[in-house]
Each structure stands twice: as C-alpha cells, then as structure tokens.
C-alpha cells in the first residue's frame, strides 16, 4: 500500500510545480538604449564627487584677478593651489597663500579670496622702514618686490597662530600693513605651480633668505 501512495504524492509535486512556473511572471528586458545612460550617470555623478573632493581637500586651480603680486603673478596668470603640504608642517616665510580675509579687511571681500606672500611668523616682531622689511631688527632681502615700500608699519609682533603677509607689489596691495595679522585658519593654501599662460609655464620656488 506504501508503494501505491507513493506515485500519486510524486505526481501531484510535479504538476504543482509547473503550475509554480506558469506563475511566475516573466521578467521583461530592458530596453537597449537605457542601459548605456545609467552608466553614462553613473560615471558623471562618480567624477563630479571625485572633483570635489579633490577640490576641497587636495588641490584647486584659481587665477589673479589684480596687480598686487606683481611682478612674481600677472593679471590672468592661472594657479594651481595645493592643500596637503599645511596638513604635516606650518606655513613659511616666502610661501605664497590664498586665503580668506580677515574681518579687518572689510565686509565687501567676506566671500573672496586673496593671494599673498608670508613674512612674519608666529611671534616674530616685523617693521617696515626706510624702504625695507625688518624681521627682529634684521632687514629681510627681498628680491621679488615691485618697488621698495614707500610706507612705514610697525614694529609689531605677530600673534601665535598668526601671520603677516604683504603683496609683491607693496604699493599697490591691500594686505597686511593695511588691515593687520591673518589667522592661520584663514588660509586655503598655498600656491605651487603657474599653468597658465603656457609661455610662462612655471614652479613658484621658495624665495632664499
């Protein structure tokens, strides 16, 4: 009797399950076109996140809008602005660094960047006289300048954490002699390379003091 009870329970599976597999509904194909477009996404979206990360952590190009850095940067001049180096050491006299400007410079460049060259660190007493800048009483040699400053400043002692910093062009820059110390904090970068214009193609070395 076993064995008669058998064949019915097998054959009664086997047409449950082709009833099982009419039932299931058939996946319909994607149409061709579709697929090539979400990839297409798919590598936009991945390279605008890589570029902003790359933008906001590693590096950034920007370009000099004004004369003040002159005759080391020009109008137009285009720069790449690297943002890893300040991670593992402190900013150092001669560096040139975009940054945002302290509120001392006005409300009007709240939302803009500035580019100028590092000359007083943290604790050292500056002073501009007699056409030259004075870093602890000692003159500081300046080969990169416009013109000799035709101003006086100080002597001040910059403030821990702290910089001073003035335009190449030193008669014609709104820096620190006019608005005071820029906090560290402040500071986007620092300036490495000249991309453009092509014949001036260039690495913006550190000045020898």
């Known amino acids: 009797m076993k064995e008669l009870n058998a064949e019915p329970n097998q054959v009664e599976t086997k047409n449950m399950d082709r009833d099982s597999r009419k039932k299931q509904p058939e996946e319909k194909p994607s149409s061709p076109w579709i697929e090539p477009w979400i ?30 850095m002159l005759p080391t940067l020009e109008v137009n001049d ?10 593992f050491h ?11 400007p302290p509120a001392a410079a006005g409300e009007q460049f709240a939302h803009d960047a500035f580019i100028k060259r590092v000359i007083g660190l943290p604790g050292e ?9 004075y870093i602890d009483e000692k003159p500081l040699a300046e080969g990169y300048i416009a013109s000799l400053p035709a101003y006086s400043w100080g002597p001040n002692t910059v403030p821990p954490g702290s910089y001073l910093v003035f335009g190449d062009n030193r008669n014609n820059s709104d820096d620190g002699h006019v608005w005071g110390f820029l906090p560290g904090d ?5 300036a490495t390379v000249r991309f453009w214009p092509f014949n001036r193609l260039a690495y913006l070395a550190d000045p020898n003091y």
């Open 39 to 68: 990839e297409a996404a798919q590598t936009v979206g991945l390279s605008i996140v890589l570029a902003l990360g790359i933008r906001t952590f590693v590096a950034e190009a920007r370009y000099i809008p004004s004369g003040s």
């Open 78 to 87: 285009r720069l790449v602005i690297e943002k890893i180096s300040y991670l």
């Open 90 to 100: 402190a900013p150092e006299r001669g560096d040139i660094v975009v940054f945002h």
């Open 125 to 133: 007493r500056v002073a501009v006289k007699d056409g030259k800048v």
């Open 186 to 190: 402040r500071i986007i970068g620092r």
